[in-house]
């Protein structure tokens, strides 16, 4: 059975950062685009990072560039995401999956992807 498990979520005030981890089991990813997508209460679920593979590539939604980093460890089939400078609109429940398509400058699930439970950010004002 494949599980993504995410943990590292929590309450925070602005200006303050988090690190995200998502452990995966069941399967390697060590070959497949992996990433962060985050879901705000009344809206829809929206793309945050990604990676590819080798970590050599990686992509950000434009509202969190500069803020936020994706990385993975393939020996321990996980990715994390750093979340520094986090801002009230940050709050929402972020999930990882994986495999994703590249799609330009952004990445989308696929039919096949995979998606952890998520975990709660949410950041004070």
């Known amino acids: 059975q494949v599980q993504l498990v995410e943990s590292g979520g929590g309450l925070v005030q602005a200006g303050g950062s988090l690190r995200l981890s998502c452990a995966a089991s069941g399967r390697t990813f060590s070959r497949s685009t992996m990433g962060w997508f985050r879901q705000a209460p009344g809206k829809e679920r929206e793309f945050v990072a990604g990676?590819?593979?080798?970590?050599?590539?990686?992509y950000y939604a434009d509202s969190v560039k500069g803020r936020f980093t994706i990385s993975r460890d393939n020996a321990k089939n996980t990715v994390t995401l750093q979340m520094n400078s986090l801002k009230p609109e940050d709050t929402a429940v972020y999930y990882c999956?994986?495999?994703?398509?590249?799609?330009?400058?952004?990445?989308?699930?696929?039919?096949?992807?995979?998606w952890g439970q998520g975990t709660q950010v949410t950041v004070s004002s």
């Open positions: 999956a994986a495999p994703l398509w590249i799609t330009g400058n952004s990445m989308t699930p696929r039919g096949d992807s995979y």
């Open positions: 990676s590819v593979w080798s970590g050599t590539s990686t």
